[in-house]
């Protein structure tokens, strides 16, 4: 990967593809899900989740799941036919595995576990508890994807893995399942998605890459493609699904993922892609740990962290800061679905009005990092008389 020069600050949300991606193959991986036995792989992830709760034959019954979720995982389990029910998560995103237990009953079919950000959860004990009750156990590796816990590849103790591609990797979209065990389920393969809606997130991803390398020049034709781009789309009516969206919608979830999307997915050295966001990670701790207590003062071997979770008490001021100074923060899971009572789950309430994720991804050299942790640090110390403030 070439050098990036830093002209003015630029750092996507997600890692941008680079030409070489575009030809080039490497060997057979041993990560998950590209070396599962028996793996599907859809456009959304959120497909994935929607055709296991029909594969496993949920509907018209209840779903055990985080109080701590995006959304959309609830939204796809709701609208193929299964009752969402939900149990505490912590203030560290430590799941309470005796509400876990409490919370079962007669309705549950099955247990569902998120991974957050890279980070395992309790997998090996949700694991003991669905094994106890008979129950299968649902692990959604949406935001760990090359994530391990210790040695064991998360998405592979439960029942069932569920996989998000594009978050990860710099592909235009991509899920997958993973059927784990000995039960084998026959699953038709997905249509291929829209070549159009293919394409424009490839060049939308391409002229990203632009721009992070490219500096004033690559940001000017970034500009001046997509004001085209945008024009030419809607005068031929081209039918693009978009990735990241917020809601489930059905009629999208019967769309797999391309070759095109494949060859990406081949072409990526996933070993150098854990240590670049290990190193990021690491990076980002030694220097914001004393102005923002992290979550997690260290990685486990095998975590390859998705972002960097930063804790603040005023997102939408920390978020416009580092925005302004083109650092494409998120604000990190902010809603609840609306079946869970945000009343009875406080700690939850409580994060989603607190975390932001800071871009830690591959494409990030460290002399961005170094711009990074200055923006960010800059940000949060801004924001530490507001806090006396209010109090």
Sequence with gaps: MEAVKIDKLFVPALPTLWPSMLTGRKAPSHFMPFSARNVRYFYFARNAIWTT???????AGEVLMPAYHHGVEVEAVVDAGATPRFYRVG????????DVEK????????????HYAGFPGPVEE???????HGLPLIEDCALSLLSADGSVPLGTTGDIGIFCLYKTLPMPHGGALTVNGARQYSLPEPPLPPTSSTFSHTVSSLLQNLELRGGAFGRSVRGMVRGLGKGAVKAADIERVATGTQHFDRRHVDLGMSPFAHRIAQAQDLEAVVERRRRNYFF?????????APLFNQLAPGVCPLFYPVVVDNKEHVLERLRARGIE??????????????SAFPEVAKLRR????????????????????????????????ERKNVG
Excluded at 126 to 132: E, L, N, P, S, T
Excluded at 329 to 342: E, L, Q, R, T
Excluded at 357 to 384: F, I, N, S
């Design 329 to 342: 923060a998120i604000d990190f899971w902010k809603h609840f679905h609306p079946a869970c009572d945000a």
């Design 53 to 59: 709760v029909k594969m496993l034959g949920l509907d």
């Design 91 to 98: 203030s560290r995103w430590d799941v309470d595995l005796e």
């Design 103 to 114: 919370r079962i009953g007669p309705k549950t079919k099955a247990l569902y576990l998120i």
């Design 284 to 292: 980002l701790l030694g220097r914001l740990r004393d102005v923002s």
């Design 126 to 132: 949700m694991r003991r508890i669905a094994d106890k």
């Design 354 to 385: 607190s975390i932001v994720e800071v871009p830690c991804h591959q494409d990030l050299t460290p002399e961005v990092m170094a711009e990074v942790a200055t923006v960010v640090r800059g940000a949060l110390v801004l924001e530490r008389p």
